[in-house]
């Protein structure tokens, strides 16, 4: 083998090792999903099954950033990644705040939950493409229960607020999707998504399943409640002490690492809860 490609191959292990981390990054989608497949009634587990691809092999997890790799071959899925509410307002409002930039209705996460729900419902006879879409709804579960995908408008949830991220310069709604949860898996976690996922959903209770699996009569209500706790988690710990050019470190991350780890929770808990009630 040549020097040339020696080196190549030497880069190729590198990059294939190293845990590359993009929107909540691939590894917060790869916990939430792990749990939720977790939890599948053996219905709704076949259904999975079924319509996951093949180079999946039967693992959802390993589809659950999906979502994120086609924005760019399909544009009109960008927006509906997130919803942008009033500034400083700590609410959110289907009807005010759930449109794309063009302000067409229900191009938002909320819309799209709903959409694809309904999608779904039509297993197995359907016209649609019912992998694409349970790809879609499993990350798409993810991104809402980010606190920062339901963030404010002007700075797009934390995509234009410049922070450290102890000596990393970032920004803040990285810090959310992936800083904070690469930290805990260093720090805590062997460095391992498997390990943390296992571990976080090894301590879910029962009660705290009632409690989150309650979110009022149809999915559409649930899916903007989600939203709702997010922007409220947003208000009250994301954007707290963390404005321009502020440098978080130890303190904003040991007080925030539980919220994040919740709303994974959460995500796992809810999307599982939602896949076995549409597959019956
Ligand atoms: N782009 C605009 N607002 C956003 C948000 N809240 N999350 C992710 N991307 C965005
Ligand atoms: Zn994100
Ligand atoms: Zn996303």
Redesign the pocket.
């Given at each position: 083998m040549g020097s040339s490609n020696f080196v190549y191959i030497v880069f190729l292990l590198l990059i294939a090792g190293a845990p590359l981390s993009y929107?909540w990054g691939v590894d917060g989608h790869y916990m939430i999903c792990r749990i939720a497949q977790s939890r599948l009634t053996s219905t709704a587990s076949s259904a999975v099954l079924d319509l996951l691809p093949s180079g999946a092999n039967g693992d959802l997890a390993s589809e659950c950033s999906w979502a994120d790799n086609v924005r760019t071959a399909y544009p009109w899925s960008s927006?509906l990644?997130?919803?942008?509410t009033p500034d400083n307002l700590c609410t959110y409002d289907y009807s005010r705040d759930c449109h794309d930039s063009s302000g067409n209705a229900g191009y938002c996460v909320v819309g799209a939950i709903n959409n694809y729900t309904t999608q779904l419902l039509s297993y197995p006879t359907s016209r649609y493409n019912l992998t694409q879409a349970l790809m879609f709804l499993a990350h798409f579960m993810g991104?809402v229960h980010?606190p920062?995908?339901?963030?404010?408008?002007t700075d797009?949830?934390?995509?234009g607020i410049t922070v450290y991220w102890y000596t990393t310069k970032t920004n803040l709604?990285s810090v959310w999707d992936t800083k904070i949860i690469q930290t805990a898996m260093s720090n805590y976690y062997g460095n391992d998504h498997n390990i943390m996922a296992d571990s976080i959903n090894a301590n879910i209770t029962s009660d705290q399943v009632s409690q989150w699996d309650a979110c009022g009569s149809s999915s559409a209500d649930c899916a903007n409640n989600f939203a709702t706790e997010s922007i409220q988690d947003a208000c009250s710990y994301a954007y707290q002490d963390a404005s321009q050019n502020a440098k978080l470190n130890d303190t904003y991350f040991l007080s925030r690492k539980p919220i994040v780890e919740t709303r994974i929770a959460q995500a796992g808990v809810r999307l599982a809860n939602l896949l076995n009630q549409i597959f019956v």
């Open positions: 929107a927006p990644h997130y919803v942008d991104d980010q920062l995908h339901v963030g404010f408008t797009a949830g934390g995509n709604h």
